[in-house]
C-alpha cells in the first residue's frame, strides 16, 4: 500500500488549508485512516482518524477546526484544515491500516502505511 500526501503550503493565520492524501493498492475500504503532524523538536502526534466505519475522532487541540473525511471510490481521505494557528505548523503525515482497535487509534504505531509528509506552515 502506497500513501501520496498532498495539499500544504505556507498561509496566514486564521486561514484554510485541505489535504489529500491518496491510497494505491491494498483495500483502502477496509483501512482506518489517520492524519499525524510531527513539528520540529516534538513527536508525532495524532490529529484526526476515521475507521472504515465512518466513525471520526480528533486530537482535542483540532476539534471544532479540523474535519476529516474519505471517499472510498477514489481511495482517498481529506483533511480540512480552518483556522489555522501557528501551533499548527508541523509536516502532516497520512497512515493508515487494517485491524486497528479503538484504544489504539490515536498511537501511531498501530498503522502499517505512512505517506511520505506534507509541511504545513501557518504564520502570524
Known amino acids: 500500500v502506497q500513501l501520496q500526501a498532498c495539499g500544504g503550503g505556507l498561509v496566514q493565520t486564521g486561514d484554510s488549508l485541505r489535504l489529500s492524501c491518496a491510497a494505491s493498492g491494498g483495500t483502502f475500504r477496509t483501512y482506518a485512516m489517520g492524519w499525524f503532524r510531527q513539528a520540529p523538536g516534538k513527536e508525532r502526534e495524532f490529529v484526526a482518524a476515521?475507521?472504515?466505519?465512518?466513525?471520526?475522532y480528533y486530537a482535542d487541540p483540532v476539534k471544532g477546526r479540523f474535519t476529516i473525511s474519505r471517499d472510498n471510490a477514489k481511495n482517498t481521505v481529506y483533511l480540512q484544515m480552518n483556522s489555522l494557528r501557528p501551533e499548527d505548523t508541523a509536516v502532516y503525515y497520512c497512515?493508515?491500516?487494517?485491524?486497528?482497535?479503538?484504544?489504539?487509534?490515536?498511537?501511531?504505531?498501530?498503522?502499517?502505511?505512512w505517506g511520505q509528509g506534507t509541511q504545513v506552515t501557518v504564520s502570524s
Open positions: 497512515a493508515g491500516g487494517g485491524g486497528i482497535i479503538l484504544s489504539s487509534i490515536r498511537n501511531p504505531q498501530a498503522y502499517a502505511y
Open positions: 476515521i475507521r472504515s466505519t465512518g466513525h471520526i
